[in-house]
């Protein structure tokens, strides 16, 4: 019962500083979720290193913290269900051929980068840089760090700027979803490289497949005239369902060693489409919103996990390479998988700045890494910080790209950024 107090005190005092911390990212023409991440990523585990681990637990008792992950877990999957509802693509706006260019122009560069980065730190075979862990582990875990992008950050930047509903909105995010799946098969394969567990890589790809499989009945039994008619009659009771349900495919996706953002996306995608004013859109907005007011808790429970590890093997000239090959391979190459898929040039900008969004996925990723022992300290904050950087670039880029092509219409069918075809790209 103390735990439980312990863990309502802390959650009213992580919403009323996520806040403010929001609050002063719009003071400096930030992303209001750019507050949240530094809250998270950088107040909480400085402040421990700094006052010392004791008043951080007496801030955000240890009893608590367990409540708080599981509360900050249920916020991002209520958040991104909606999102997985609201983003999916028009049939007039993605065919297969170009989601794959969109695919292989965010995914294959940030790979690349990854594999060079590597190749850097292995050739200058610094110990405290270095570290012990098998080459093909640092290599793996590497490519998987430069290809992520950060689902719940990118979604949080769409809504702020008014474009989840606009036609880059909706590929960004499905791009990124798959991009995020793929990234953990590759991180699994870094854990295997540094374990030697092949059976674990099996494993992940057994829930990737089945949770994709299993959107189908799901959306087969929502999309029944009977269903529907009861979401329509009893909305609050489908809204509680629908996020008990998100919820417990986003802790089931956990568990299993995978993200909760799976999980949470694909029950979002099988929420039938109905045109954004039926009783399921509805549902899913509910839902949506409590999961937006309590994912700043997920944040600063990740921030809780990172360690006060100090620096060492800290490499300024490796930041600089780190920074300079993730804007490179994301930018360029999202903007050119764009134009491939055949988006117009400014639409096709905004997507490749997008998918430079790495935010608290990246954490994640980084933090499995040092909980593997495959990056260094020094790595560690190498990554963080150019996940942080890239992040809080987004917004300023984002503006760039308007004043020169314009804002993009936060219209679900906006015809002036709807795909060229092939012929005409």
Same mark, same amino acid.
């Given at each position: 019962m103390v735990a439980v107090l312990q863990a309502a005190a802390a959650l009213a005092g992580v919403l009323v500083v996520a806040r403010c911390a929001a609050g002063a990212a719009r003071l400096v023409r930030q992303p209001p979720v750019i507050g949240e991440i530094a809250l998270g990523l950088v107040l909480v585990p400085v402040l421990t290193a700094v006052a010392?681990?004791?008043?951080?637990?007496?801030?955000?008792?240890?009893?608590?913290?367990?409540?708080l992950h599981t509360i900050g877990v249920a916020g991002l999957a209520l958040y991104l269900a909606g999102a997985g509802h609201t983003v999916r693509p028009r049939r007039s706006e993605v065919t297969p051929r170009s989601y794959a260019w969109l695919l292989t122009g965010s995914l294959a560069p940030g790979l690349v980068a990854g594999v060079f980065l590597a190749a850097w730190v292995l050739w200058r075979d610094l110990p405290l840089e270095r570290g012990a862990a098998p080459p093909a582990a640092l290599v793996l875990l590497l490519a998987a760090a430069f290809a992520v992008t950060a689902v719940p950050v990118l979604v949080r930047i769409l809504t702020d700027r008014g474009l989840l509903e606009s036609t880059e909105g909706r590929l960004s995010v499905l791009t990124a979803v798959s991009i995020d799946a793929l990234t953990?098969? +590759?991180?699994?394969?870094?854990?295997v490289a540094a374990a030697g567990d092949g059976g674990r890589l099996g494993h992940a790809v057994a829930v990737i497949v089945g949770g994709a499989l299993a959107v189908?009945?799901?959306?087969?039994?929502?999309?029944?005239?009977?269903?529907?008619?009861?979401?329509?009659?009893?909305?609050?009771?489908?809204?509680a369902?629908?996020?008990?349900?998100?919820v417990a495919a986003a802790l089931a996706t956990e568990r299993a060693g995978?993200?909760?953002?799976?999980?949470?996306v694909l029950v979002g995608l099988a929420v039938p489409w109905d045109d954004g004013e039926g009783p399921w859109a509805r549902s899913v907005r509910a839902v949506a919103r409590i999961g937006r007011l309590l994912v700043p808790v997920f944040f600063v429970t990740t921030g809780l996990a990172l360690g006060t590890k100090g620096p060492s093997g800290f490499s300024w000239a490796t930041l600089a390479l780190a920074l300079l090959l993730a804007f490179v391979a994301k930018v360029a190459g999202g903007w050119a998988g764009a134009r491939a898929a055949g988006l117009p040039t400014g639409p096709a900008l905004r997507i490749g700045v997008l998918m430079n969004t790495r935010g608290l996925t990246e954490i994640a990723v980084l933090q499995a890494?040092?909980?593997?022992? +495959?990056?260094?300290?020094?790595l560690f904050?190498?990554?963080?910080?150019?996940?942080? +950087?890239?992040?809080a670039a987004t917004g300023p880029?984002?503006?760039?790209?308007?004043?020169?092509?314009?804002?993009?219409?936060?219209?679900?069918?906006?015809?002036?950024?709807?795909?060229?075809?092939?012929d005409d790209a």
């Open positions: 010392g681990p004791r008043v951080t637990t007496g801030l955000l008792p240890p009893d608590a913290t367990g409540y953990w098969l +590759i991180l699994t394969g870094a854990l189908v009945p799901l959306r087969l039994v929502l999309r029944r005239k009977a269903v529907s008619a009861l979401c329509a009659r009893w909305p609050a009771a489908s809204g369902v629908l996020g008990a349900v998100a995978l993200t909760a953002i799976y999980g949470a890494g040092v909980s593997a022992a +495959i990056l260094t300290p020094g904050l190498v990554l963080a910080l150019m996940a942080l +950087i890239t992040t880029l984002l503006s760039l790209v308007e004043r020169r092509y314009g804002r993009s219409a936060g219209s679900p069918f906006p015809e002036s950024e709807e795909l060229l075809s092939h």
